[in-house]
């Protein structure tokens, strides 16, 4: 592994249901290298989350992960070693440590977390003493400090507070506070901002950017928000229907976007300075069923660029362009001959 702290190949998680299988994630491939920032966007449904879920081997039947490696660089015993995190059962001790210790997880609704029955300083408190052999009132007084650090005033009364006590940003905070109670290497940020007014959510964004810099950590951020991705994201990936169709630096993702369904997505936000008239872009149709995913290239129903006979056959490869752009579509493959067809390069 080349100096990346997480590497992604080919992984599979599906759902067995009664009605059918759910591929919800089906071969998705991406590094991660440490202190960066990757943002993974694409709309609901296309696996985005299940992903950042089967990094820590949180799926629950009746889904599985059934295929690919996850490698994490980890520090076990004051040595550094490669390991496949899929080769630890979802119940192991070691996936224990790691989870909430090396990499930990916020999710776009804090009250979902934390418990309503239980005090912030209890739940801080509990989450530090699970990795760290300190007691009850040194983890009280590294809750306070977290507290502090993902700027929360007054937080030794902060602690005796309940979540419902506190507004939707302060609850966000005290889930950052409980992430960075382990000091991860890692942070999977699952649309943290999606619940919050727009102001506070810049003030999140604001602090994790402070934050990330601070702790060194890297950061795998799940969004369906564009904008969101400009702010945070060094590098992009771009799903739909389980895939991951484009793969890029956040620069080239605007400023060159290739795949139909990326131009799509940025052409339907609003552009700030842009006088536009008629109504905002919108990508046509629906995603389709997860049950039913159509054949060849699963975008095609939906695709402007769709060519009979070449994208309803079989599912693009993945096509390397300049750097590590790369995308799956075959108007860049010479698959379908791009040129001939009038690549829109
Ligand atoms: Fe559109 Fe065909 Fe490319 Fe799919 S493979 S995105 S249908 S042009």
Same mark, same amino acid.
């Given at each position: 592994?080349?100096?990346?702290?997480?590497?992604?190949?080919?992984?599979?998680?599906?759902?067995?249901?009664? %009605?059918?299988?759910?591929?919800?994630?089906?071969?998705?491939?991406?590094?991660?290298? /440490?202190?960066?920032?990757?943002?993974?966007?694409?709309?609901?449904?296309?696996?985005? %989350?299940?992903?950042?879920?089967?990094?820590?081997?949180?799926?629950? /039947?009746?889904?599985?992960?059934?295929?690919?490696?996850?490698?994490?660089?980890?520090?076990?015993?004051?040595?550094?070693?490669?390991?496949?995190?899929?080769?630890?059962?979802?119940?192991?001790?070691?996936?224990?440590?790691?989870?909430?210790?090396?990499?930990?997880?916020?999710?776009?609704?804090?009250?979902?977390?934390?418990?309503?029955?239980?005090?912030?300083?209890?739940?801080?408190?509990?989450?530090?003493?699970? &990795?760290?052999?300190?007691?009850?009132? %040194?983890?009280?007084?590294?809750?306070?400090?977290?507290?502090?650090?993902?700027?929360?005033?007054?937080?030794?009364?902060?602690?005796?507070?309940?979540?419902?006590?506190?507004?939707?940003?302060?609850?966000?905070?005290?889930?950052?506070?409980?992430?960075?109670?382990?000091?991860?290497?890692?942070?999977?940020?699952?649309?943290?901002?999606?619940?919050?007014?727009?102001?506070?959510?810049?003030?999140?964004?604001?602090?994790?950017?402070?934050?990330?810099?601070?702790?060194?950590?890297?950061?795998?951020?799940?969004? &369906?928000?564009?904008?969101?991705?400009?702010?945070?994201?060094?590098?992009?990936?771009?799903?739909?229907l389980g895939r991951v169709v484009e793969k890029t630096?956040?620069?080239?993702?605007?400023?060159?976007?290739?795949?139909?369904?990326?131009?799509?997505?940025?052409?339907?936000?609003?552009?700030?300075?842009?006088?536009?008239?008629?109504?905002?872009?919108?990508?046509?149709?629906?995603?389709?069923?997860?049950?039913?995913?159509?054949?060849?290239?699963?975008?095609?129903?939906?695709c402007a660029r769709f060519m009979p006979g070449i994208?309803?056959?079989?599912?693009?490869?993945?096509?390397?362009?300049?750097?590590?752009?790369?995308?799956?579509?075959?108007?860049?493959?010479?698959?379908?001959?791009?040129?001939?067809?009038?690549?829109?390069?």
């Amino acid at each position: 592994m080349t100096n990346m702290l997480l590497q992604i190949k080919d992984l599979r998680t599906h759902f067995f249901t009664e %009605s059918g299988v759910v591929r919800a994630v089906d071969g998705v491939s991406f590094d991660i290298a /440490p202190g960066k920032t990757l943002g993974v966007v694409g709309e609901s449904g296309c696996g985005k %989350s299940v992903t950042g879920y089967s990094i820590l081997q949180l799926i629950n /039947p009746p889904g599985r992960i059934v295929g690919g490696q996850i490698l994490f660089e980890r520090e076990k015993n004051g040595r550094k070693e490669v390991v496949d995190l899929l080769k630890y059962g979802a119940r192991s001790e070691d996936i224990r440590q790691i989870r909430g210790n090396e990499i930990a997880m916020i999710f776009q609704e804090p009250m979902t977390s934390l418990d309503p029955l239980f005090t912030v300083g209890d739940q801080l408190a509990e989450a530090i003493l699970v &990795h760290q052999k300190v007691s009850k009132r %040194s983890a009280l007084d590294r809750a306070t400090e977290l507290l502090d650090k993902v700027r929360l005033p007054q937080a030794r009364e902060l602690l005796n507070k309940y979540p419902h006590q506190l507004s939707g940003g302060m609850r966000q905070r005290v889930m950052i506070a409980m992430a960075l109670s382990g000091q991860p290497k890692l942070l999977i940020a699952d649309e943290p901002t999606t619940a919050l007014d727009v102001t506070t959510e810049g003030q999140i964004l604001d602090l994790m950017q402070s934050l990330q810099e601070e702790f060194g950590m890297a950061m795998l951020f799940i969004t &369906h928000d564009l904008g969101v991705i400009a702010e945070m994201a060094e590098e992009v990936v771009v799903m739909y229907l389980g895939r991951v169709v484009e793969k890029t630096d956040v620069r080239t993702l605007f400023d060159a976007p290739k795949h139909p369904y990326t131009r799509a997505l940025l052409e339907s936000i609003p552009k700030v300075g842009h006088k536009h008239d008629g109504p905002l872009q919108t990508i046509e149709g629906m995603v389709p069923s997860p049950f039913n995913i159509p054949q060849g290239c699963p975008f095609h129903p939906r695709c402007a660029r769709f060519m009979p006979g070449i994208c309803d056959e079989a599912v693009p490869a993945e096509t390397p362009l300049e750097r590590s752009h790369t995308v799956r579509c075959y108007l860049y493959s010479e698959q379908a001959e791009g040129d001939r067809y009038g690549n829109p390069a």
